[in-house]
Structure formats: C-alpha cells, structure tokens
C-alpha cells in the first residue's frame, strides 16, 4: 500500500498537482490541473499520520461513496477518486466563490443578510435531500457562495445516504458532527433524520444574526446533551432589532423535538422567502430563556417524550441483511479462504438484497499504546481494509453490496459480537483456527461468537485430506 505524499508536480490519476490550498485535521486539499484538457479541480487527500482518529478513514471511505451518486449546482461535481491501495483521494470540481467561514469576522450581520444566506442555504438543503443525503456537519466551512449566487455543500465525510450502508453508525458509538451545531437526536446517534440539518441551519443562523452560538461550543458528550433541556436566550435578547417573523423561524429550527421544527426545507425556504406570512407564535415573543424549574422538568422526561424522528429508512442497502465475514487474514491460508468464499456464496444466493460486510479486527494490547502506523510507515488501519478488498476481490459479489470494516478491539469476539449486535447482523461467517494447545487453554474466537451470538453463525474449518 502506498501512502499519499502529494507535492506541487506530481502526476495522480492524469491530473498534476499544482499547490496545496488548505490543510486540515481530517484531509488536506490540492489544486490540480486535468492533463487531458487543462482545466482545474480540487483534489482531497485524507491526512493518515499517527494517531488519526480511525472514524476519519471510515468517513473518507463514505464520501468516496456518497459524492459519485450527487448531482446539481448546490454540490461540487464529483470527478474521480483514487482507492487505497494505491492512493486515495477524490478529485472533484473546483468551485469559483468563498465559503462563509470568512463571514464570522463580520458577525452580527443585518438579519436581511442572516435571511438571504438562510434562503440560499434551506434551497442546497432541498436539493440534497431530495437525494436521500443527510449532510450533519452543516457549518459556515462547509458551506460555498458560488459566484453565481448558489450554495455548494461541501464535506461529506459524517453524512449519510438513506440508500447506503451508515459504515460509520456501524463501526463507532459515539456520534459525529461539529459540537455547536449538532442537533439533539444526532447527538443521541439518530443519523437518518433530515431535520437534523435544518436545526444546524438553525443555529448558524442564530449565530450570524446574534453574534452568539446559541449552545457554546461544547467538546464533550455530556456539554452536547445539554442542549436537550437547556434553552439558548431569545435572538432578540441579544439584538433588540432581529424581526418577530425571524426568532420565531430560527427557534422553531432549534426545538428539541424534531416533530416541532419545520419538517422539510421547503417548508423552512417558504417562510424565509415570505416573512409577512410567517405565523407567529410564544416562540416569536419570547424574551428570556426558560426558567430553572422549565429546566429541570425537561431534564427529567424520558428522552423518548423529547426527540421524535422516523424510523429507519427501508430502502436500498440501508436495509439489506447483513452476511458478516470475521476474517482473521494472519491466520487465513489459501484453502481456507475458499472454503470461507464458497459458503459466503451460498448464503447471498438465498437474497438478492443481502450484502456481504467482511469485517476484521485490529487487535490491541490491553497495557500499551499501540502505534496507529507500521514499522513502513503506513496506517495499519488502512492497510488492513486493503488487505480486506483483496480477500474479497475473488467473491461473487457486486461491488455495490459489498462493504469493508476494521474493529479496533482488545478482545477480537467481542468486538465481532458488538458489530453484531449493533447491526442486526443476520448471519455470521468466520474461520476456526487449526487445534493448538493455546487455543485448548483460553477457548477460541469462533467458539465465542458461536455460542453468544444473537444471530446464525456458521464456523468454517479447512479441509483435511
């Protein structure tokens, strides 16, 4: 596996590198010139250093997904990606215009500012929904003013497409998102819910309009949670001249329940776009924040009464059964991987909408930091999915129905029975390692998850002549 060292004259999948443009925690971004026909575009690269959080290879791999299947103006169009087993990055549209980021400086805005970006913004939303993508990470970074006027959304590392496997949802626990603008069901792992964008729209609004982020900026999971009984201050409170018809449609975006914001960003962009309209309620009169007691009942009500959203969508892959393949490549000989293929082959005959998710895991030490890199310099983590594709390229599987997963775990069958269980997996396909006398002592990762599996296992032992 190599790994991505990109540098101003290198020649990646036809296009040359000409200078690097950002450099960010989870990905660095390069200005590329096409060899065929001189145009440019923006390459990503994700950043694998040591000690990189393996959520954001996870996420790289979902964008890879998720970008080639976008269309329309309010998105970057999507051109070529490169796998990881040579050089991954994703080479996509150069977009002419500036994102808001720059626009905090400036902050507040007048609100008939705050309500033209909201305008441009809840049209990009519209747009991307009607696509079956929910962004959840929609920030003043992540969005672009093409110079024609239009929105861009940018970034879609954390989103999830209702039509897709949620890799991240299924590889990690805690949510993902930028803390300020995290809505509460996301916060408590809901990643299906388009509303969710409409409360971080929400909030950016807020912010541009007051000055002020209606949540602060928590880090940790507990200052998240409290945004699920804990009010921000009225928009008026903070600047007197923010219009009634405005904080009743921005704290409508910031209700708890997602049952009580708008449902849909048409609803939203017609409210913005009509303000006269707009039906005002205690929302748009309302001069404090609620009171200790308002608090504290809210804090105590089950969270089931607090965050409402739909259920799972039931369509494409989202919702296929799962054939999970534990595969232990150290100890993975040639006739064992065939005898491993044949069988997971005659399990996904039995559905035409199974997919197959071959899942490995990165063992730890239980009293030592693992170093995240090897001994060549290359993710371990990345180069164990590598590995994966490459034990699966003989299956019999459509690309599309196929996904890729690395466990980073102490205990290996634990691991495998959590992916398990979190999952719904339907069935379980692992190999049982050969008889050893260690094996004999401490019991095998086949017979655990065997025995606590909430699902069919089947164990598959090389053939002895």
Not at 293 to 321: Q, V, W, Y
Not at 400 to 427: C, G, K, Q, W
């Amino acid at each position: 596996m190599a790994r991505a060292r990109p540098e101003p004259g290198k020649s990646v999948g036809g296009f040359r590198v000409i200078e690097r443009l950002h450099t960010g925690g989870m990905a660095t971004l390069w200005k590329v010139q096409n060899e065929a026909d001189g145009s440019h575009a923006i390459m990503k690269v994700p950043v694998l250093n040591e000690g990189e959080d393996p959520a954001q290879i996870v996420g790289f791999e979902m964008e890879q997904m998720i970008m080639p299947r976008l269309s329309g103006v309010h998105v970057p169009r999507f051109i070529a990606n490169g796998d990881f087993a040579v050089e991954p990055y994703i080479i996509m549209e150069l977009v002419e215009g500036k994102s808001l980021l720059p626009m905090l400086d400036k902050l507040p805005l007048p609100h008939e500012e705050v309500a033209e970006i909201g305008r441009k913004v809840a049209v990009a939303l519209d747009s991307l929904h009607r696509q079956r993508v929910v962004h959840l990470d929609v920030k003043p970074s992540n969005i672009m003013m093409r110079s024609t006027g239009e929105a861009v959304l940018i970034d879609f590392g954390l989103s999830r497409h209702l039509d897709l496997p949620d890799l991240l949802a299924e590889e990690f626990r805690l949510p993902y998102g930028t803390g300020p603008y995290m809505a509460p069901e996301q916060v408590m792992g809901v990643r299906h819910d388009i509303r969710s964008d409409l409360f971080a729209l929400g909030v950016l609004m807020y912010f541009f309009a007051t000055g002020e982020r209606p949540f602060g900026d928590p880090q940790r999971l507990k200052g998240l949670q409290r945004r699920l009984w804990w009010d921000p201050p009225p928009p008026r409170s903070l600047k007197s001249d923010i219009p009634l018809w405005l904080q009743e449609v921005i704290l409508r975006c910031l209700e708890v329940n997602a049952q009580r914001r708008y449902q849909n960003a048409q609803q939203l962009l017609f409210d913005l776009t009509h303000p006269s309209v707009v039906k005002l309620t205690a929302r748009a009169h309302k001069e404090k924040h609620d009171g200790f007691f308002a608090r504290l009942r809210r804090k105590s009500e089950p969270l089931a009464t607090l965050i409402d959203h739909p259920e799972e969508p039931t369509a494409g892959l989202a919702n296929a059964p799962i054939v999970a393949v534990a595969i232990d490549l150290a100890a993975m000989t040639a006739e064992l991987s065939h005898t491993i293929r044949q069988t997971v082959l005659r399990i996904v005959e039995q559905s035409d909408e199974a997919r197959v998710a071959c899942v490995n895991v990165l063992k730890q030490s239980r009293i030592s930091i693992e170093s995240s890199l090897d001994e060549d310099g290359n993710n371990k983590h990345v180069s164990r999915i590598v590995e994966l594709k490459d034990w699966a390229r003989a299956l019999e599987v459509p690309k599309a129905r196929m996904s890729f997963h690395v466990l980073e775990a102490v205990d290996p069958a634990e691991a495998i029975l959590e992916y398990a269980r979190a999952n719904t997996v339907d069935h379980i396909v692992m190999g049982a390692r050969d008889n050893s006398t260690m094996r004999k002592l401490l019991g095998s990762v086949s017979g655990k998850v065997a025995a606590e599996a909430p699902c069919t296992v089947t164990v598959v032992r090389e053939r002895k002549d």
